[in-house]
């Protein structure tokens, strides 16, 4: 891949995704006098998919209208502690990086990044209206973090690395910001079999991470080839494809799955 086809994929999510997050800041429809059914709520796909994924638990914990754009929930299986600094990959509207302060205590502390603006600005109102003082949200990307090398315990991703054009650039990276015996967890799309070159070749389907997910295998071995051992694989179950409308069809939904791996940064 080119870095003008990466740039080009980049764009491309980062409108989608500046889209989701306008359809859910306070602002939306506050001067435009026009049906705000689409805005300022969560949808109902939102709101399904966050019920398959997270507790009632979890989600009664945190504000509403936060939207749940994931595919699994790495703070099920990422063993938060006390005091412990987590970085969370695409951070959207900060729903993982709430749970997640909630675990590690107020001498803890949640770094959200993300790279649409718009997400940013969300998150921080979310952080805001729950007065959270140990979370911050940064305008960056996963290819180039913004993030101090081994100053990180945590990294967790939901649904976000599968965006990415230069995925053993992501795992490199966060191989730089964890702490030696640092962990990672992530939850991901997945194939199991080859997509068409169509789905592949479209940057919609980029966008709602079906075209630029990898083989399962392809994926895990991008973590090792990053210096990560003890690789631990959790399947979470079918894709959300099928929730979002991507994939261009059911004849593909077969060969997608959401996995949640866990590994560690030798110390």
Not at 165 to 193: H, M, N, Q, Y
Not at 251 to 266: D, F, G, N, R
Request: proline share 4%; net charge negative; with cysteine.
């Amino acid at each position: 891949m080119t870095e003008k086809n990466g740039e080009e994929i980049k764009r491309v999510v980062r409108e989608r995704y500046a889209g989701l997050a306008r359809q859910h800041a306070p602002s939306c429809c506050a001067s435009s006098g026009e049906d705000c059914s689409s805005c300022c709520s969560t949808s109902a796909t939102e709101t399904a998919r966050a019920e398959r994924l997270y507790s009632r638990d979890e989600l009664e914990s945190v504000a509403e209208n936060i939207p749940s754009l994931g595919c699994g929930n790495p703070i099920a299986l990422a063993q938060l502690t006390e005091n412990d600094t987590v970085l969370d990959l695409g951070s959207g509207g900060g729903l993982d990086c709430f749970l997640a302060a909630q675990r590690v205590g107020p001498h803890g502390r949640v770094i959200g990044l993300d790279m649409t603006p718009d997400m940013v600005q969300l998150a921080t109102l979310n952080a805001e209206k729950l007065s959270l003082d140990n979370v911050e949200f940064r305008l960056g990307e996963m290819e180039h973090m913004p993030v101090d090398g081994d100053s990180v315990d945590v990294v967790i991703s939901n649904c976000v690395v599968n965006l990415s054009p230069d995925k053993d650039a992501v795992f490199r990276e966060v191989f730089r910001v964890l702490k030696p015996g640092g962990r990672l967890c992530v939850s991901d799309i997945v194939t199991r079999g080859e997509l068409p070159a169509h789905i592949r070749d479209n940057l919609e389907q980029w966008a709602c991470c079906v075209g630029g997910a990898l083989h399962e295998q392809d994926y895990l071995q991008k973590i090792r080839d990053a210096g990560f051992v003890q690789l631990q694989v959790a399947e979470e179950g079918p894709s959300t494809a099928e929730e979002t409308g991507c994939c261009g069809g059911d004849s593909y939904l077969s060969k997608i799955a959401s996995i949640t791996v866990k590994a560690i940064k030798p110390r």
